[in-house]
C-alpha cells in the first residue's frame, strides 16, 4: 500500500466555480491556470474546462505551450509577456496573446519580423508598483503598439493591488486612474482579478481574470460572503499511521513546543512541509476526522504531522483525515499558519493527485483518474 497523502481534485466544483465569475461578471472570463492551475493541474483543469472558458492565463510562455500540445485551442494569455526575441515567433507560431508591459518587450516587438496577427494587452501600472506602463505614458505606448501592423487589437489592462481589502480607497483610486488614462482609447479592457470580481463591479470588463476563486477559495483575508458560494475544489487526504498514548507532562516533535496537559491519545498523520502542508502551523491547526475537528499539537516534520484523538470515539489506524477541503476551508489553515491559501496551494508537493467529476465524499471513494 502506498503512502496514503493525496490531492483530490473535484472538476465539477472547478466548473461551478468559472461559471459563477460568468454570473457575477457578464463579461468574458478568462481562466487563469498559472502555476500549474495553483497546484490542481493545468492540463487537467483547462480541459475540464474546456466547452465554458472564454481563454485562459498562464505565467510563461512554457506554460501555454503545454495547454497548446495538450489540445487547449483557446485564447491564451501570458501574462508577464516574453523574456526575449525568440519568443515572439512562438507567440506567432501557436497564436497567443502576450501582455506587454515594459518598453523592452514594445522595442522587441517593433522589431520583430511578424508575418502572422497577434493580440496584445497593453499592461498599465496604475498603482500596483509592479510592472506595467506609467498612466502619463500610456497612451504613447498604445499608438506605438498600434503601429505596428500585425498586432490585430489591444486589450486595455492593470492589476489591482487592494481588491481583498474593500475597506480601503486604494482600489477606487486605481480605476480612476485607469479609467482617465484609457479614456477615449479604443479597445476592450481586462481589470479585475478574483476580489475585484466579487467586491468592485465598477472593475468589471470585458475580460476578466479570476484566479484564486476558481479554485473553490476566497480572496479575501477575512470571511465573506462569497465562501458560501465558492466550492473547494482541492481536497487534501492522508491517513492515521499510528495512534499511542502519552501521559501529563510527556513533550511532542521537535523542540518539544507542545507539552500534555492531560494523559493523551495521539494519532500520527503521514503529510509534511516535504508534501507542502505548511511548517508554521500553530498548535490547535484544526484537521478533520470522522466528522470531527481535532487539533495538531507539535512541530510540522516533513512527514508527518502529530493530532490530538483524545475527544475522538474510537480512532483507529487507517482512519482517513482532511488537511483542507470542503469541510474545512483551506483559507482557515492559512491564517493558522500566518500565510495565504495561494501559498498552501502553490507549495503542494510530492503528493498524487486524482480528478474527479463527481464530488466526493471525504475518505470514502477511490479516484477516478490519478497522475503524479
Known sequence: MSRPAKAIIKLDALRANYQLAKDLTQGQVVAVVKADAYSHGAIQCAQALSRQADAFAVACIEEALELRKNGINHPIVILEGFFEPAEVDQIQYYQLDSVIHCHEQLAI??????????????????????????????????????????????????????????????????????????????GERSIANSAGIVAFPRAHSQWNRPGLMLYGVSPFPNSHAIEQRLKPVMELRSRIISIKDIAVGSSVGYGSNWVASRATRLGIVAIGYGDGYPRHAKNNTPVWINGQRVPLVGRVSMDMITVDLTDLDNPCVGDGVVLWGEPLPIEEIARCADTIPHQLLCNLNRVPVAYSSVAHIQGTEDPVSESA
Open 109 to 186: 516587438l517593433e522589431r520583430s519580423r511578424l508575418t502572422h496577427p497577434i493580440r496584445a494587452w497593453l499592461k498599465m501600472d496604475s498603482g500596483m508598483g509592479r510592472v506595467g506602463f506609467m498612466p502619463h505614458e500610456y497612451r504613447q505606448v498604445w499608438q506605438r503598439l498600434n503601429a505596428i501592423e500585425k498586432v490585430k487589437d489591444i486589450v486595455l489592462m492593470t492589476h489591482l493591488a487592494c481588491a481583498d481589502e474593500v475597506g480601503i480607497r486604494h482600489t477606487v483610486e486605481q480605476l480612476e486612474v485607469f479609467e482617465k488614462a484609457t479614456l477615449g482609447l479604443p
